[in-house]
């Protein structure tokens, strides 16, 4: 049973474009949301990340936006680059050990 | 690099077997998650240890076991494997287990298990 759902499963943007990816939640008791970005080969590296009581964050080119009414949070990179190219994974944290939920993982691909 | 080490990088076995994989958490951190990645099931969380004590379960097999040790590092033991424990297993470090505020996990290059 999949705590966090995400989509799109995959996604094709070109460079320069804005790549979007959503996710989903239903715990509340989730307290903090973490976005990984994941290159093959490679585990997952945490990227940005926001807590519940604001409701955006900004770092950079990515932004997520979070909005606790409906439980969805989002991640938006601007100018999308081809060293972008990667999956990237929404997870939402449980109190009070950390522990993640991760939502399925977009493969991202921007075209050059 | 993360900082967080883990061997074997590959392990091939067989069905009905059991294996170790070992995880070295980086200098300082307290906290070690074990998680599972596969390709139907997504990355999932199967444990969590905080200086030698299990902290957090989560969808972990009671044919898998793991344990913190004095040195800190940790181990994941898979028995009575099957074809579907086939997959990437990650461990991530965090300084802390018990927050006041979120602590980042750092995650190790993973060991792929192949079970034949």
């Known amino acids: 049973q999949q705590q966090v759902k995400q989509s799109p499963q995959s996604l094709i943007v070109q460079k320069g474009g804005i790549s979007i990816i959503n996710c989903a939640y239903e715990?509340?008791?989730?307290?903090?949301f973490p976005w990984y970005q994941q290159f093959p080969g490679k585990g997952p590296a945490l990227l940005i990340a926001i807590r519940p009581d604001v409701s955006e964050k900004k770092e950079g080119r990515f932004t997520i936006s979070f909005n606790k009414s409906a439980k969805q949070f989002s991640l938006h990179i601007m100018d999308s680059q081809p060293g972008d190219s990667a999956t990237y994974f929404c997870?939402?944290?449980?109190?009070?050990?950390?522990?993640?939920?991760f939502g399925a993982g977009t493969r991202l691909t921007v075209k050059p | 690099d993360s900082g967080v080490t883990q061997t074997p990088k590959h392990l091939i076995t067989a069905t009905g077997q059991r294996v170790t994989l070992r995880c070295s958490p980086r200098s300082g951190d307290l906290s070690v998650y074990w998680y599972q990645q596969s390709l139907d099931q997504g990355l999932q969380f199967l444990i969590q240890?905080?200086?030698?004590?299990?902290?957090a379960k989560g969808n972990i097999l009671e044919r898998f076991s793991a344990q913190q040790f004095p040195d800190l590092h940790s181990e994941l033991n898979l028995s009575s494997l099957e074809l579907g424990d086939s997959a990437l297993y990650f461990c991530?470090?965090?300084?802390?287990?018990?927050?006041?505020?979120?602590?980042?996990?750092?995650f190790g290059p993973g060991t792929r298990l192949t079970v034949l």
């Open positions: 991530a470090s965090s300084v802390g287990g018990h927050r006041k505020i979120y602590n980042e996990q750092f």
């Open positions: 715990n509340t008791a989730f307290d903090y």
């Open positions: 997870a939402a944290a449980l109190p009070p050990y950390n522990d993640m939920r």
């Open positions: 240890y905080y200086n030698g004590e299990e902290r």
